[in-house]
């Protein structure tokens, strides 16, 4: 580090200001996935996991500029997906909830462990982008972006029906269940923590239910797959629906989703992490901005706008230490040298 330093001072001695500008931006380098600098962390387990494929991630590096200035992504209702040379949907980018990939985990795993063959959830990963970590999420091969009228049968409708009373899924409309082209199954594509243990009146109006029984869960299908059943589905489901609402087995409150997670993972201070570390990312990219604008200027350098990332910037790594268990770097100690002798040459 002490040899970095020289290597800058000497830069500056030799007016090479831009050269100067240049070790200040690489000295605080953005976190990403480096283990010297994370001790041990929850979101470094979470990666180790949810990270996608190798040649996922080459794709994403190619696409990563449309990602950034939005052109792929979800705009609105307009959604643009990452593909392949065929024009196939490959990745869609999904924001930065990493409970979205926490709870497709947990969705895989009450699938898998109730052997479940007529439905399945997407694959979902996270990965940096611009230094900012978003989640992907693996295209279906859908015929179309609703399920047909009478198209869900017998079987399926009774292991939607069972899955929904084992994890309270209260999306389950007819635009979040996709059919896979490639293998019949009904995919089921949304797992945002406002899809479980939530209870829907209408469209509009939505409300959490800290332990919901089994038939306030079963009866969202009521409103939002009616449609899509076939004839002998519906009359399967509004006799199941009939049993449960006048039987004690209907009060029985499902579960939280947390009772299917398979790894030792603490969820929520992985969503911390996450959170801080884009955080720390943002603001490295605004004093990067304020360095570069400055382009050798020394008032501009040590002005209050530089100075305020900087504050930041250490507040960020503060908590990121404190509660992460982060290495604590010197940035203040560290720029305050470095600016005294830009204004003593």
Not at 43 to 58: D, G, W
Not at 216 to 231: A, F, G, T
Request: net charge positive.
């Amino acid at each position: 580090m002490v040899k970095r330093v020289i290597i800058a001072v000497c830069m500056i001695l030799s007016m090479n200001l831009a050269h100067g500008m240049q070790f200040l931006r690489t000295y605080f380098s953005p976190l990403r996935f480096d283990k010297k600098e994370r001790l041990t962390s929850e979101f470094e387990k979470f990666v180790q996991k949810f990270t996608p494929p190798k040649e996922l991630q080459k794709i994403i590096e190619k696409h990563k500029e449309a990602i950034v200035n939005g052109s792929i992504g979800i705009q609105g209702f307009r959604v643009g997906f990452i593909k392949d040379e065929n024009s196939r949907p490959l990745l869609l980018p999904k924001g930065d909830q990493i409970d979205r990939v926490i709870n497709a985990d947990r969705v895989r795993n009450c699938i898998q462990q109730n052997n479940f063959t007529t439905i399945e959830v997407p694959n979902k990963y996270v990965y940096p982008v611009d230094n900012q970590f978003k989640v992907f999420v693996q295209a279906i091969d859908a015929d179309a972006r609703f399920l047909n009228t009478g198209e869900i049968t017998l079987e399926e409708i009774k292991e939607l029906t069972s899955f929904v009373e084992k994890t309270c899924y209260c999306d389950v409309k007819d635009d979040n269940i996709l059919r896979n082209k490639q293998n019949g199954k009904l995919a089921i594509i949304d797992t945002e923590n406002r899809s479980f243990g939530y209870i829907r009146q209408s469209d509009d109006v939505v409300h959490k239910v800290d332990h919901p029984s089994r038939v306030e869960c079963v009866h969202n299908m009521d409103q939002y797959l009616k449609r899509s059943m076939s004839e002998e589905a519906a009359d399967w489901y509004n006799t199941h629906l009939k049993e449960l609402s006048s039987s004690p087995s209907g009060q029985v409150k499902v579960n939280p989703l947390t009772q299917y997670d398979s790894i030792k993972i603490d969820a929520k201070k992985a969503k911390k992490e996450i959170k801080e570390i884009n955080i720390y990312n943002r603001l490295l990219a605004r004093f990067d901005k304020c360095i570069a604008d400055a382009d050798g200027n020394r008032e501009d350098i040590t002005s209050s706008y530089c100075s305020t990332w900087i504050k930041q910037l250490k507040e960020s790594n503060e908590r990121l230490a404190k509660n992460h268990n982060y290495k604590r770097h010197d940035f203040v100690g560290k720029r305050k040298e470095f600016i005294e002798y830009l204004k003593s040459i």
